[in-house]
């Protein structure tokens, strides 16, 4: 069982940077979410739930979708089991709640149909 517990969301103004978090933890200790695969996302009220961006533990390879690319950022920190997103120059449409998930394979990670899942945080970018 792995847990992921997001955090750093808020109200911020546009133009503003953020960083949002992404603990992860596991009951074990082998820690097996290492060797998965990491993902943010976001859902916007009234839309579907938005791939962001993924990240391989293992390796720290990166991917992104086309809309941010270039405006958010996906890193780890290993030793604090933490998963960022960076949102620089944020906007008011980039209002929503913000979740990360953890899977195995890169193609649930992707299609946004990963097994682990946080509760998400809200970031709301005024104008």
């Known amino acids: 069982q792995v847990y992921l517990a997001e955090s750093g969301g808020g109200l911020v103004q546009a133009g503003d940077s953020l960083t949002l978090s992404c603990l992860v933890s596991?009951?074990?200790?082998?820690?097996?979410?290492?060797?998965?695969?990491m993902g943010w996302y976001r859902q916007a009220p009234g839309k579907e739930r938005e791939f962001l961006a993924s990240?391989?533990?293992?390796?720290?390879?990166?991917d992104y979708a086309d809309s941010v690319r270039g405006r958010f950022t996906i890193s780890r920190d290993v030793d604090k089991n933490t998963v960022y997103l960076r949102i620089d120059s944020l906007r008011p449409e980039d209002t929503a709640v913000y979740s990360c998930?953890?899977?195995?394979?890169?193609?649930?990670?992707?299609?946004?149909?990963?097994?682990?899942w946080g509760q998400g945080t809200q970031v709301i970018v005024s104008s």
């Open positions: 990240l391989r533990w293992a390796t720290g390879d990166t």
């Open positions: 998930a953890s899977d195995p394979t890169p193609i649930t990670i992707r299609a946004g149909t990963a097994y682990y």
């Open positions: 596991e009951r074990s200790s082998s820690q097996f979410f290492k060797t998965y695969m």
